[in-house]
């Protein structure tokens, strides 16, 4: 286990362990394995949270390239990932859902990309709908702290508040909603449901296969943060 994974699991007593949000094989673009806070802010329990995508061989998140890939914006539809099964990580109860929030076109494109973001305070501004698009909230039974999935593709969410739900359920489907700028998964915890006052909780992942996209060699993990830029699976799907 990584030195900097022992540390934070040593002087952290508070934690949410969880299994992958998906049954298939998936990129990490953003860990706290590699940096705290993961996203660079700890506005909105965002803390410990990860991305992940899909990627081919040659490691590109579609098959479509073209002069929009460069200059322009995509269609959400040309990308590996979305619209694909999303799973509950954690048992228990539905608490918070929306469902309407539109996918937006994909912006990899410099010129579409830098405006893009140049607007990020006033998105944060008009508050956690604005950022996370579609989200499901799902509070642990194990920790009773909050699980988050958010940027869900629109209209794809199957739980509503009050239900409860396995580990393993499929939730909905992987989108580009709220604040993103290609489809991915976005997972975080936190030990509030409320966007505004939560704070962000470690998140483990169990029983996980990783392997870096050069290496072919697999090494299995019980319970840890999957490192920047490696393969991920779970181990039985």
């Known amino acids: 286990m ?8 040593s002087s952290v007593k508070d934690k949410v362990e969880a299994i992958l949000p998906f049954t298939d094989e998936w990129f990490v673009t953003a860990t706290p394995a590699k940096k705290i806070p993961s996203h660079g802010t700890t506005l909105f329990g965002v803390t410990y949270a990860y991305d992940f995508i899909q990627i081919d061989q040659k490691g590109l998140s579609s098959n ?17 990932c979305f619209g694909r ?8 109860k539905i608490v918070a859902v929306h469902n309407n929030a539109s996918d937006d076109v994909v912006r990899r494109s410099l010129p579409s990309g830098v405006p893009y973001m140049l607007n990020q305070a006033k998105r ?8 996370a698009g579609n989200y499901v909230v799902i509070q642990d039974d194990e920790s009773h702290y909050f699980v988050v999935i958010v940027h869900l593709k629109q209209h794809s969410i199957t739980c509503r508040p009050g239900n409860y739900i396995e580990a ?10 709220g604040n993103s700028i290609q489809p991915h998964i976005h997972i975080q915890a936190m030990d509030k449901n409320d966007f505004h006052l939560a704070k962000g909780i470690p998140l ?14 697999e090494k299995l993990v019980s319970s840890g943060m999957p490192d920047h830029s ?8």
Do not use: M
């Open 85 to 92: 099964p999303v799973i509950a990580p954690v048992s228990g």
């Open 168 to 177: 393993g359920t499929e939730i909905g489907k992987c989108g580009n909603s």
């Open 124 to 131: 944060v501004a008009k508050g956690p709908v604005e950022i």
């Open 64 to 80: 479509r390239i073209s002069w929009d890939t460069f200059f322009s914006t995509e269609n959400p539809n040309d990308f590996y």
């Open 2 to 9: 990584k030195e900097k994974e022992l540390r934070l699991k």
């Open 230 to 237: 490696t393969r991920i699976k779970p181990l039985i799907t």
């Open 204 to 217: 483990y992942f169990t029983d996980y296969l990783e392997k870096r996209s050069f290496c072919h060699q």
